[in-house]
């Protein structure tokens, strides 16, 4: 089981980064390098140092067995049985009070955390041994002081109507009530004539034949069904938009397959969506960004992740095998270049950076051996695809990128409190309520409205605490996928790269 991390909450981040992007601005006048190019870069070198700071700071490292406290000169260990657990009132500055938990070892160190709701800094409390510590203001210090409640034990911190819930009654196991007959070998004589046995044959091949067949025109039908559902869902004033913009970038016929191309793929997520028991909320067509996919549930596998990410890439790139043939046949441009386009946009879907299919995936490998793995490849592909995006004058990869930077944080905080709550011994116990007990505790009560705004993380944090990893073999089968998909996809580029038209392409990501 991975430790979960708590650590002090970031204050003052924007008016870093800003003054980042400000000071990138003034040395690209100085150096003769684009304003904005060097104020951006300004502000994601702020950005990265901020981060750097709080990584190495103090934190809060809770495990399955122990508590430390890393980060400062007289670090923190114990056992969750030896920690003492006490609360207190200090003040600030201008007379205000903070409410705070403090914890202590066995040898008398101690922390202080809080929940300070947007004000300020505190004044200093006195630790077990004497010396004064600082109150942080603790990210998810809820969360943490609900673990603590569970594992030293201390349940005298909640009220008795808090105290007594009880766990939510198991569900019980129901048995499938269909059963599979099984069915008795026959014997066949073994002493029959020539055509018999090829007469037999030659029916066993036609019933084979006749049952592929209807088999594969149940999956034709199911899947043309299941179009046209996906067809009927979609928002048809925004797709007839999508079709008009490409028409006039290009041409209406070349509009329209960039169309196809466009419905083929997010068709294919969707159909995983529905395989895999998620259910679709609808597919939805953005002029000049493409179109999407939308599900109303969460993942509760990365193979689920990776499976549903994939299969978009999948699917368009079968579709791009029909121009291509095409055009070996007829040798017309026009079908090279709808080949080129369909291969570049499901290549530039399998990039590896959120929110595309290929950071989806990627984080779902890497994700299932360790989610601060998943969250460094994520920033690193990020970081990979803006310096590529910039290179090439690829205009598109600056808006992806801060989509994904905004996902990935929300992610990175969501499995970060599933990590958490998975500490928890009992956690059918704890409920919003309790949280929101916890967080009045540690600072300030809860504003108005707040009560569904913890509801909502707290499910968030439950779901991604249940997320399955995937096995070897999977991380290895999906692993092959991605790189045979881009590896087909780079050479329909490479091939169709010196025909007429081809070349129009790339200005789809400009």
């Known amino acids: 089981m991975e430790p979960a991390v708590f650590r002090p909450r970031q204050r003052g981040q924007l008016k870093l980064i800003l003054l980042g992007a400000a000071g990138g601005f003034v040395l690209g006048l100085a150096a003769g390098i684009p304003p904005w190019l060097a104020a951006l870069f300004g502000g994601v070198a702020a950005a990265i140092a901020t981060a750097a700071h709080q990584v190495r700071g103090v934190r809060l490292v809770a495990g399955p067995e122990r508590l430390e406290v890393l980060g400062r000169a007289a670090p923190l260990s114990a056992a969750w049985g030896e920690l003492r657990l006490g609360f207190g009132l200090t003040t600030r500055p201008g007379g205000d009070y903070q409410r705070f938990a403090i914890l202590a070892d066995p040898a008398g160190r101690s922390v202080a955390f809080g929940v300070f709701a947007g004000q300020g800094p505190c004044e200093p409390v006195r630790g077990a041994d004497g010396q004064p510590v600082e109150v942080v203001d603790l990210e998810g210090a809820p969360v943490l002081l609900a673990i603590l409640v569970q594992r030293v034990p201390a349940w005298h911190v909640l009220p008795d109507w808090l105290r007594e819930v009880a766990q939510p009654p198991p569900l019980e196991a129901t048995g499938d009530p269909t059963s599979t007959p099984t069915s008795t070998p026959t014997s066949t004589p073994t002493s029959q004539s020539h055509h018999q046995a090829s007469r037999t044959s030659r029916l066993g091949l036609l019933a084979l034949a006749v049952k592929l067949g209807g088999k594969l025109l149940g999956a034709a039908g199911k899947i043309g069904a299941g179009a046209f559902k996906a067809a009927k869902g979609t928002n048809l004033a925004m797709a007839a938009a999508s079709t008009a913009a490409y ?16 419905f083929v793929h997010e068709y294919g997520h969707v159909h995983a969506m529905k395989r895999t028991g998620m259910r679709v909320r609808g597919m939805y067509f953005i002029p000049f960004m493409g179109a999407l996919a939308v599900t109303e549930d969460a993942f509760t596998s990365r193979r689920q992740q990776a499976y549903v990410a994939l299969n978009g890439p999948l699917w368009g790139s079968l579709l791009t095998l029909l121009p291509l043939g095409a055009y070996l046949l007829t040798q017309n441009p026009f079908w090279a270049a709808t080949a080129s386009v369909w291969a570049i ?48 004058g690829f205009s598109l990869i600056w808006l992806v990128a801060i989509m994904g930077a905004l996902e990935l944080v929300s992610e990175a905080r969501a499995s970060a409190g599933g990590r958490a709550l998975r500490l928890l011994p009992e956690a059918g116990r704890f409920g919003p309520a309790h949280y929101q007990y916890l967080t009045a505790v540690l600072g300030p009560p809860p504003a108005r409205g707040a009560e569904l705004l913890m509801a909502r993380d707290l499910a968030r944090m ?29 050479a329909v580029v490479w091939f169709t790269s010196h025909l007429p038209g081809a070349a129009q392409a790339a200005q789809l990501l400009s």
Request: hydrophobic residues 55%.
């Open 247 to 262: 028409s006039i970038l290009f041409s209406w016929q070349f509009g329209l397959l960039l169309m196809l191309q466009l």
């Open 345 to 392: 946009i499901n290549l530039f879907n399998l990039i590896p950076i959120t929110p595309l299919d290929g950071g989806r995936a990627l984080n779902a490998l890497a994700s299932s051996f360790s989610s601060s793995l998943g969250l460094a490849l994520g920033v690193l592909g990020l970081l990979g695809a803006v310096a590529l995006g910039t290179t090439l």
């Open 462 to 490: 439950e779901q991604a605490g249940r997320v399955e990893p995937m096995g070897k073999r999977q991380v290895l089968g999906y692993g092959l996928l991605y790189a045979a998909l881009a590896g087909a996809l780079l």
